[in-house]
């Protein structure tokens, strides 16, 4: 069990959450230091040794959750401590494999909660969601980028006060490319630790088969929990997004990413490795010739999505020169599947432009150059011109 994960997603959460390593106390977050302390010792000595499989303690339900030699305790309420158990079973795997939560939610959601589809958007500039992940009669759907005005979603944003929003609509109330005829919306915003949205879950279809208000409360939980796996929960950087973007691609230019690699530098020392892949698109002048510039255009808007795509919450994207980006990934004992990542986008790029389409690139971690970010670039630059070469 990768603790560290666990205790990261956990931290904010209102609900108290222990964890216990060979039975003695290795972290809680802070809602179980607002306990009393009876009950706090009436929980520890629970999860150590009581033979019940659930405890009943200050009006909510603990459960353990064991694996090797760690337990976690967690209080899941009266209301649905299944379903938040099994919300957490398929979640924190896909979490500690890199993938992001707005790509893994929605499958998850709408098999737990039994709606015909589900969805996870990303809040983009100029009135655009980033679809990331669409499941629908029992299939993941391809990403794409959608208009806000045409979703159902667009009150959640215009009004920071309704978080959440259940809507009947028919085929003629609404342009929303995602919904069918009619039937049920439940949408969930999803902000950031300093209250700014940054994107919204939503489920629909003919009802909900469980109650709808376990639909919500899991909706609501499944915010909190994308919220905490947020950086800005823990990090105190700009965003990339306060620079300057590019206007074709919306993505944050070269001054962000000095800034980034600066702040990678500081975290360097403190501990923290980076990976670095750069990315240059093949033979974007033949296509500019041979299709137009206006095709170019499309392929470098639709290439740039397709990263943003699989950027996890801490990945940074961005557009480093003319059809050059780079992806900046914190990189710990796992290293994230780029290559294998970068290859589908290979590939779902030529079945959607209808003609060849290959990026190539180069890789380099921040330990390899003794943590210097320019010397990262050169030897991430050396390494793309060497895949060039090869093929
Ligand atoms: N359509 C379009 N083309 C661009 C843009 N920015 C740069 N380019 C083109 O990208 C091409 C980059 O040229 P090169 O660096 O030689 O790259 P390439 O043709 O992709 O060849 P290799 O990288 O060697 O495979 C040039 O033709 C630029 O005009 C842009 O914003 N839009």
Redesign the pocket.
Known sequence: MKTRALTKLLSTTATPALLLTDNSIQWHNSAFDTLAKPERQQIEHWGQHGHDELLVCHGMLFERLTADDHTLVIASGHRAPAQQRQLMQALLPQLQHGTDPFFALPQILAELLQWQSAAACKHLHDGQLSLVGHWSDGQQQPPRTLKMKHSLAAPLYDDAQTGTRVQEWEAEDTHDPLLPEQGIWLGQRIDNANGQPIGHLAVWGPGPQTSMADSIHLLQLCADLVSAWSPSAESKEPPAASFIQDR?TGLPLRDALDHALTTSEQHYRNGKDYLLALI?????????TRLG?????R??CAFADKLRHVCRPNDQLFRF???EFVLLLPAGSHPPPIMDRLQQINRSMSEQLGHPFNA?VGLAKLDEVNGSGDELLLLADSRLQQD?RTG
């Open positions: 074709l240059d698109i093949d033979a974007l002048s033949e296509i500019n510039q206006q095709e170019g255009d392929v470098l020169g003319g059809d190539s060039k």
